[in-house]
């Protein structure tokens, strides 16, 4: 089969070869999928330039891609809850990815079904932002009648996460540049802040819960508007020891991202706050969650910006790199 394979990290990024490998089979726990389309995060560029090694360390060479739509091929012998013919989609287990590529062995319990109203490009889209989501919101704790704010949340991340979070009962609030605020406001923001007009650190305050997806810079800003004792839960900060120790690490990586994340703690700990780095997992009950939390008449919503071929994967890795994107870049690896 083909497959697009990294061979070496490379901090400035590299180039995926498209190679000839062996078609996987499934292990007694997994099921062979036929991959039909893939997306291309900027997950994928930072695993290229050894960014993640340190959470996940892969061996080379490596079948590149972590989000996929697909076709159950075979399962294998213990692997029950689906079977060939059914239409699935997931974000690839961390330890083995491979989704650029037109087989890939996986985990059942990665794993669901897709809705009927979603293609497979589509689908694609959907498991890296909506299990971000759901975990996110599980690590706050949260609970109905609390307030979360949504940084930079007119993405496709706040897409899927504004909706998910007001289905939990929660009032949303977001900012932005004012031409999606009506979009946002359909979704379920109670609140929105134009970017453009004011700075939502002067008109928010008290939030019980915020998600942060603009890293470093914002930091200080939402640990103001957040109350105290509140948590903040961010994708683009540092891995702390909390994060560490929730993912099962060795204690010489809990010491080491107690140390790379104490920045953060320490802003945290100045109102009784806590901060913790998300870095997401497979889930495919989380994932069917999400599919039942939507229906025809209520949709994901999805949104694709550019669709390349697998040969082209080095093309649609440069366009994910440069950033303004309006949307989701796929990869599809057959016809449809």
């Given at each position: 089969m083909k497959a697009a394979v990294l061979t070496h990290y490379d901090k400035k990024g590299t180039e995926l070869?498209?190679?000839?490998?062996?078609?996987?089979?499934?292990?007694e726990d997994e099921v062979l999928v036929k991959i039909m389309t893939a997306a291309v995060n900027p997950l994928d560029n930072m695993i290229i330039r050894g960014e993640?090694?340190?959470?996940?360390?892969?061996?080379m060479p490596l079948v590149m891609g972590n989000e996929f739509a697909g076709v159950v091929e075979k399962t294998g012998k213990n692997a029950v809850r689906f079977k060939p013919?059914?239409?699935?989609?997931?974000?690839?287990?961390l330890k083995k990815i491979g989704a650029f590529a037109e087989y890939a062995a996986v985990k059942e319990t990665a794993l669901a079904v897709i809705p009927e109203y979603l293609s497979f490009e589509e689908a694609a889209t959907v498991p890296l932002t909506a299990l971000t989501a759901m975990q996110a919101f599980e690590v706050m704790d949260v609970h109905a009648g609390e307030s979360v704010f949504i940084s930079g949340g007119t993405g496709s991340l706040g897409a899927m996460a504004i909706p998910v979070a007001?289905?939990?009962?929660l009032h949303v609030y977001t900012n932005g540049s004012g031409e999606n605020e009506e979009r946002v406001r359909k979704l379920g923001a109670e609140k929105f802040i134009d970017y453009r007009k004011e700075n939502y650190a002067d008109v928010l305050s008290g939030v019980d819960h915020v998600l942060d997806t603009l890293g470093d810079r914002e930091l200080p800003n939402e640990f103001k508007v957040l109350k105290e004792?509140?948590?903040?839960?961010?994708?683009r900060g540092l891995p702390n020891g909390?994060?560490?120790?929730r993912s099962g690490m060795p204690l010489f990586k809990q010491l080491l991202f107690q140390l790379a994340g104490s920045k953060y703690d320490r802003m945290a700990a100045a109102k009784k706050q806590t901060y913790d780095f998300l870095f997401v997992h497979e889930d495919g009950s989380q994932l069917d969650r999400i599919g039942r939390l939507f229906d025809k008449e209520h949709p994901l919503e999805t949104s694709i910006d550019t669709v390349f071929t697998l040969e082209e994967i080095n093309e649609a890795l440069a366009k994910v790199k440069q950033g303004k994107s309006k949307g989701k870049t796929i990869i599809t690896v057959r016809e449809q």
């Amino acid at each position: 089969m083909k497959a697009a394979v990294l061979t070496h990290y490379d901090k400035k990024g590299t180039e995926l070869e498209i190679r000839e490998i062996s078609t996987p089979i499934p292990e007694e726990d997994e099921v062979l999928v036929k991959i039909m389309t893939a997306a291309v995060n900027p997950l994928d560029n930072m695993i290229i330039r050894g960014e993640v090694k340190l959470i996940v360390p892969y061996a080379m060479p490596l079948v590149m891609g972590n989000e996929f739509a697909g076709v159950v091929e075979k399962t294998g012998k213990n692997a029950v809850r689906f079977k060939p013919g059914d239409r699935v989609y997931g974000r690839m287990p961390l330890k083995k990815i491979g989704a650029f590529a037109e087989y890939a062995a996986v985990k059942e319990t990665a794993l669901a079904v897709i809705p009927e109203y979603l293609s497979f490009e589509e689908a694609a889209t959907v498991p890296l932002t909506a299990l971000t989501a759901m975990q996110a919101f599980e690590v706050m704790d949260v609970h109905a009648g609390e307030s979360v704010f949504i940084s930079g949340g007119t993405g496709s991340l706040g897409a899927m996460a504004i909706p998910v979070a007001k289905s939990l009962g929660l009032h949303v609030y977001t900012n932005g540049s004012g031409e999606n605020e009506e979009r946002v406001r359909k979704l379920g923001a109670e609140k929105f802040i134009d970017y453009r007009k004011e700075n939502y650190a002067d008109v928010l305050s008290g939030v019980d819960h915020v998600l942060d997806t603009l890293g470093d810079r914002e930091l200080p800003n939402e640990f103001k508007v957040l109350k105290e004792g509140g948590n903040l839960v961010s994708l683009r900060g540092l891995p702390n020891g909390r994060f560490a120790r929730r993912s099962g690490m060795p204690l010489f990586k809990q010491l080491l991202f107690q140390l790379a994340g104490s920045k953060y703690d320490r802003m945290a700990a100045a109102k009784k706050q806590t901060y913790d780095f998300l870095f997401v997992h497979e889930d495919g009950s989380q994932l069917d969650r999400i599919g039942r939390l939507f229906d025809k008449e209520h949709p994901l919503e999805t949104s694709i910006d550019t669709v390349f071929t697998l040969e082209e994967i080095n093309e649609a890795l440069a366009k994910v790199k440069q950033g303004k994107s309006k949307g989701k870049t796929i990869i599809t690896v057959r016809e449809q």
